[in-house]
């Protein structure tokens, strides 16, 4: 049962989202925010905001978040239907319906689950008995993943064909689409969506049916290796872990998670006897992963190349590790072996890539401090600012100067003056303050989202995407943009971690004037994009450069601010035009 759209938004725009949270919980006003007690987890000093012009709430301490359906709906456990249909009596609103009966999308659920069990057996038999599935059955024969394997983890074959799925399974056509098991093609023919590819089903924790992730075989002439179901109904990729239904067990009897990269990973890991590993479905970890993985175990160790997930991800680690209480490790493996290969070739190298785990802060310094020599007094600094750029990321001051020491041992300089750097570091984020309300963010390219969310009118004009370079707040800038900073618009568009990030700004507190904060970032951003220059000969560029290095100088000046952000923005737009 559908209620008509019209009448959601009349809803949505009626509805105070303060008073009705007023009705569950006290709230008090606190600059732009009301503030209160989290009704979602047990806490003593209020972490949870709403925000009546964004018409949102979020709490800091566990993270719930959503607008005012979601709220009636997590407090009064009913779903959304029931949600709005409260709501509206509440505001005397008549609710008009779109045509279908109660437990409609229950019923659906289940009919499209059965369907993609079907699925699962149908491709199963196929890599099992086929004489088309040979050389799938060689392959991963040679990759140990046959017989036993192939039965426990119900690996498939999908044959070299358009439509067998589609004609032989029995399902009707729209179930097909909806499953994204088929699709219709140019000719309006139902076309399978899957092709001459090993299948590996994706269960939900619980072991409903709900997706796949196929793979090539070698010397296919497809470019994708692998290719995952696309979202549906019953597949959110942010709220899925490959693995974790046979995991789980093993998971809480040893109070770890072991998260790789790919599916063979972790059929590796079982195989290796480490029957706890699981895998993001061609996504990056994101905090719903998190979320889950918390509920079983509080030691995640990552053994995927973390190199890889970069300073963006690190920090998202360090507030995952504080927020949602885990320890974040990162296993090593020799050079140019995945966890796949090694559970075959070397499985107690893999156990004990395992055992040798070490915190993900450990793991990123090391790197640092193996990449340089340290021959002169120039060299041993540049590696100490390196290290303890790669320190300060790190929120606990405690921590810091902890391995402040170690770089400070490892490079030879005097350990009170690494520390002294390491005291004043740390780069702010998202925690709950102890005393009083909630600390927020700093970060300029966070509350230059957040301005844009709350003052769209008086800081759109200075925004550029070029502007940013962390990618999350770049992602949740180019959704914002794209949906006129209309929130419900980006939040549709967003992916799982812009999508987070523009939950937290849409409730944050910011101290910030709109151009001063747009003329930092657009400095920062021209500051980067000079740096990158090495043997520039191209007159034009040195003297457009040298422009830009002038106006840098006028950002500076209130009297020349808005030209010289004008004149910059339109440097940067042609530059990043011209990398492209
Ligand atoms: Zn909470």
């Not at 450990?362 to 540049?382: C, H, I, M, N, Y």
Request: charged share 30%.
């Amino acid at each position: 049962m559908a209620i008509v759209e019209e009448d959601l938004e009349r809803l949505r725009a009626t509805v105070s989202i303060a008073d009705i949270i007023q009705q569950y919980v006290a709230l008090k006003r606190v600059g732009r925010n009301w503030i209160g007690l989290c009704p979602f987890h047990g806490e003593r000093t209020p972490s949870f905001n709403v925000r009546e012009e964004t018409g949102r709430y979020r709490c800091f301490g566990c993270g719930a978040s959503g607008d005012v359906f979601k709220f009636v709906q997590e407090i009064d456990h009913v779903d959304f239907v029931t949600a709005v249909e409260q709501l509206a009596v509440k505001v005397g609103i008549q609710l008009r319906y779109t045509t279908g009966g109660e437990g409609r999308d229950r019923q659906r659920r289940k009919q499209l689950v059965e369907a993609m069990g079907r699925a699962f057996d149908w491709y199963h038999e196929r890599l099992l008995s086929s004489p088309d599935a040979r050389e799938a059955r060689d392959y991963l024969r040679r990759r140990g993943l046959a017989g036993d394997v192939a039965r426990s983890f119900k690996l498939g074959w999908a044959p070299d064909d358009w439509d067998a799925l589609s004609s032989e399974l029995g399902v009707g056509a729209e179930v097909l689409r909806e499953t994204g098991l088929a699709f219709t093609n140019k000719a309006g023919r139902l076309q399978d969506s899957f092709r001459a590819r090993v299948m590996f089903p994706i269960y939900t924790e619980n072991g409903d049916a709900v997706a796949f992730g196929g793979r090539i075989l070698p010397g296919s002439s497809d470019p994708a290796k692998y290719k995952n179901s696309s979202e549906t109904t019953i597949y959110a990729k942010s709220k899925t872990l490959y693995g974790l239904n046979w995991a789980k067990a093993d998971i809480v009897a040893t109070d770890q998670v072991i998260v790789c990269e790919g599916y063979t990973d972790v059929i590796g890991f079982h195989r290796a006897g480490l029957r706890r590993a699981v895998a993001t479905c061609g996504t990056a970890l994101t905090e719903e992963h998190v979320r889950m993985m918390k509920r079983f175990a509080s030691k995640v160790v990552l053994a995927f190349d973390a190199d890889k997930a970069g300073q963006g991800a690190a920090e998202r680690f360090y507030e995952w590790e504080e927020k949602h209480k885990v320890q974040v490790s990162v296993a090593r493996f020799p050079t140019g072996k995945d966890p796949g290969d090694l559970s075959i070739s070397d499985p107690d190298a893999l156990r004990a890539a395992v055992d040798d785990a070490v915190p993900f802060l450990g793991f990123r310094l090391q790197r640092v401090l193996d990449s340089g020599t340290l021959r002169s007094p120039e060299e041993k600094a540049r590696m100490a600012q390196q290290a303890m750029s790669v320190v300060n990321e790190h929120p606990s001051v405690d921590v810091r100067k902890l391995y402040a020491g170690q770089v400070a041992t490892k490079v030879g300089l005097p350990v009170n003056d690494l520390v002294a750097v390491a005291a004043k570091g740390g780069r702010a984020y998202v925690r709950v303050a102890p005393t009083r309300q909630v600390g927020l963010s700093e970060n300029a390219e966070f509350v230059a989202v957040a301005m844009l969310l709350q003052q769209w009118n008086d800081v759109a004009a200075w925004l550029i995407e070029a502007l940013f370079a962390d990618d999350v707040a770049r992602r949740a800038f180019v959704a914002l943009a794209a949906g006129n900073g209309v929130l419900n618009t980006a939040l549709d568009t967003a992916d799982p971690e812009a999508r987070e990030m523009l939950e937290r700004a849409a409730v944050a507190d910011f101290d910030a004037e709109p151009l001063a904060e747009a003329c930092n970032l657009i400095a920062a951003a021209v500051r980067r994009e000079l740096g990158r220059r090495v043997h520039v000969t191209d007159p034009d560029v040195i003297r457009a450069d040298t422009e830009a290095r002038r106006s840098l100088e006028l950002l500076e000046s209130p009297d020349t601010a808005q030209e010289a952000a004008s004149v910059l923005l339109g440097w940067l737009e042609r530059r990043s035009e011209e990398r492209e």
